[in-house]
């Protein structure tokens, strides 16, 4: 979830600018439908911006992907023959699991909200997996092979695995696959937009950095397109139950997702790198994921617990302004703080 994983030359502003977006659609996203009222979320536009919202997490994985293919798989022998560069991807991808859970630790909610499976350990698992592949498969392209096939399944099983009862025993493991035990971020579909990540970074980065933005564009633009028509054949034979698990729509998400990032990589065509300030921010999404989390909705204390959904639109607009600036501020510290940790 954070591009601070790999060196400064994996970098690609294009991708550090769609995380960013990512972030600030997700914390104004968050702000306003749990603070605004609900007579002022009605309407066209209202449902246009639900839908802008529920591409947020699909960027945030794709994006997730990408890095991991610029990171990790542009030259493999390198990550496996760094000291430690397994373990600490290992580390940080445990880390996710662990802050997904302790978010959801149970103060005033119930026991069952604290073993759903949200987005945190949806990433953190996916990327466990992809580097168990990465340690066990001789070449990056057989990675990006395994990739495309356990991505596919991902989203043209959930339809099938939305049916499984996770209220039982196994409950607690099988929320990692369906939704009917309140996971917001099961494996199936949404780890597909991490894994299909890679496979886009391996077709439009294959030299990493010093792939041509030019080809980078055209190589997007041509999946996008691609995806689109896999949507439309997909839909049209599809018994369409929930968007949320729906083989069509999470296509058409992931399309769309990808035409952004193709746009994205055309309009910073001549923008060598970022200002530091959003290069930083760049890499701690993280932060800025926690960080407005712990200030909505902490039982009790938090914004949302204080003010409820009582705002007006142009209020809760202010608010999840002035959320952006506060979690800005919280990521900065927080990698400034990294940064003299490791001075000393």
């Not at 034979?237 to 999470?250: R, T």
Request: with cysteine; charged share 10%; glycine share 8%.
């Amino acid at each position: 979830m954070s591009a601070a994983e790999g060196p400064a030359s994996s970098r690609v502003v294009a991708v550090d600018v769609l995380r960013l977006l990512a972030s600030f659609q997700m914390i104004q996203g968050h702000a306003i439908a749990a603070l605004a009222s609900p007579r002022a979320l009605d309407g066209p536009l209202f449902d246009a911006w639900t839908f802008a919202r529920g591409l947020t997490s699909v960027a945030f994985l794709f994006a997730a992907g990408l890095a991991f293919h610029l990171t990790t798989l542009v030259d493999l022998p390198r990550h496996l023959a760094a000291p430690g560069a397994v373990r600490k991807r290992f580390k940080r991808a445990a880390l996710l699991v662990v802050i997904g859970y302790v978010l959801h630790t149970p103060i005033g909610t119930p026991l069952a909200q604290f073993l759903i499976v949200d987005v945190l350990q949806c990433i953190g698992v996916t990327l466990a997996l992809i580097e168990v592949l990465a340690v066990l498969l001789p070449r990056a392209s057989l990675v990006v092979v395994a990739s495309g096939a356990l991505g596919a399944a991902c989203i043209a099983g959930a339809p099938f695995l939305a049916a499984l009862d996770a209220t039982g025993p196994l409950g607690f493991l099988l929320n990692y696959v369906t939704r009917t035990g309140g996971s917001l971020f099961p494996l199936a579909p949404y780890a597909g937009n991490l894994l299909l990540g890679i496979v886009a970074g391996a077709l439009a980065l294959p030299q990493g950095t010093r792939t041509p933005r030019r080809r980078t564009f055209t190589r997007l633009a041509l999946l996008a397109l691609l995806l689109y028509a896999a949507h439309t054949l997909v839909a049209r034979f599809e018994a369409q139950h929930d968007p949320q698990v729906d083989a069509g729509y999470a296509l058409l998400k992931l399309a769309l997702v990808v035409g952004v990032a193709a746009l994205l990589v055309l309009v910073t065509l001549r923008i060598p790198r970022l200002p530091r300030v959003l290069e930083t921010l760049a890499g701690e999404t993280l932060a800025l994921y926690v960080s407005h989390l712990l200030i909505l909705f902490p039982a009790g204390i938090g914004l949302v617990a204080l003010l409820g959904a009582t705002l007006s639109l142009p209020a809760a607009i202010g608010v999840a302004a002035a959320l952006m600036v506060a979690s800005t501020g919280v990521a900065l510290g927080w990698r400034r703080l990294g940064r003299r940790r490791s001075a000393r």
